[in-house]
């Protein structure tokens, strides 16, 4: 019942911003931790961004720390994540993830902690 869906993805140039989205529906989206990950050809896949239910406490990893940005709007069950300054390496499927718990972001960095996925959305960018 629990539905995340992803848009947003598609093909840019190196130093593109570009936007995803989340769109959720079948839960109490306000009670949910909701996360962005990513899975590049032939690695595993990572955590982008973590949100907190209320929008106040965000984690990034070390590699999107001052380019991409987590948001949340509880009012139109949405998830954002604003890429910019994309670089190559940035190339993946992205995933939007949801689970309800009350743990700060950056305890809730791997796949295992997240109860609810989306089917995903790919970003390539070119060099």
């Known amino acids: 019942q629990v539905e995340l869906v992803e848009s947003g993805g598609g093909l840019v140039q190196a130093g593109d911003s570009l936007t995803l989205s989340c769109q959720a529906s079948?839960?109490?989206?306000?009670?949910?931790?909701m996360a962005w990950f990513r899975q590049a050809p032939g690695k595993e896949r990572e955590v982008v961004a973590v949100?907190?239910?209320?929008?106040?406490?965000?984690y990034y990893s070390d590699s999107v720390k001052g380019r991409f940005t987590m948001s949340r709007d509880t009012t139109q069950n949405t998830a954002a994540l604003q890429m910019n300054n994309l670089k190559p390496e940035d190339t993946a499927v992205y995933y939007c993830?949801?689970?309800?718990?009350?743990?700060?972001?950056?305890?809730?960095?791997?796949?295992?902690?997240?109860?609810?996925w989306g089917q995903g959305t790919r970003v390539t960018v070119s060099s």
């Open positions: 949100i907190n239910y209320t929008g106040s406490n965000t």
């Open positions: 993830a949801a689970d309800k718990n009350r743990l700060p972001p950056n305890m809730l960095t791997t796949e295992a902690s997240f109860g609810s």
């Open positions: 079948g839960f109490s989206f306000k009670s949910y931790t």
